[in-house]
């Protein structure tokens, strides 16, 4: 089938990814209430616990997409859900940016496209694998 193998490598790719940035988005959780607790005041931590959930919640999402990405691997009827699931992503990870720009850093093109690269392969192999027709 066209575009089962990039779905494929895509999708064990956010599960590890997904997988990576959970533990990371709880250590930062946990890492801004201590810096929270050391300060003694919670000023100025509202920009970091959101940034930090919305890594949590976009690494969870993430994980489940390429759970269901590689369910979707054989066959086209699931792919349709994969290309919504990918386009959450996309998303998630342009928030992600302009979360990032709001606190202060910097845009980077170079960052822009590598954050949506692989949310980009994700959708156009299940793209592929949609319109495949099995024979």
């Known amino acids: 089938m066209k575009g089962q193998k990039i779905l494929k490598?895509?999708?064990i790719l956010m599960i590890i990814?997904?997988?990576?940035?959970a533990i990371a988005g709880i250590i930062a959780i946990l890492g801004v209430s201590a810096l929270v607790a050391l300060s003694g005041s919670a000023e100025g931590s509202g920009l970091l616990y959101a940034s930090?959930?919305?890594v949590t919640v976009a690494s969870v999402i993430q994980f489940i997409a390429g759970i269901k990405g590689v369910g979707a691997c054989s066959d086209s009827k699931k792919a349709a859900s994969c290309i919504k699931w990918g386009i959450i992503i996309a998303v998630l990870a342009i928030v992600s940016i302009i979360v990032g720009?709001?606190?202060g850093g910097t845009f980077s093109i170079t960052s822009l496209v590598l954050n949506l690269l692989l949310p980009g392969l994700y959708i156009y192999g299940a793209?592929?694998?949609k319109n495949s027709v099995t024979v």
């Open 52 to 54: 930090s959930i919305i």
């Open 101 to 103: 720009l709001i606190g």
């Open 127 to 129: 793209m592929q694998v």
């Open 9 to 11: 490598v895509t999708s």
């Open 17 to 21: 990814g997904g997988v990576i940035a």
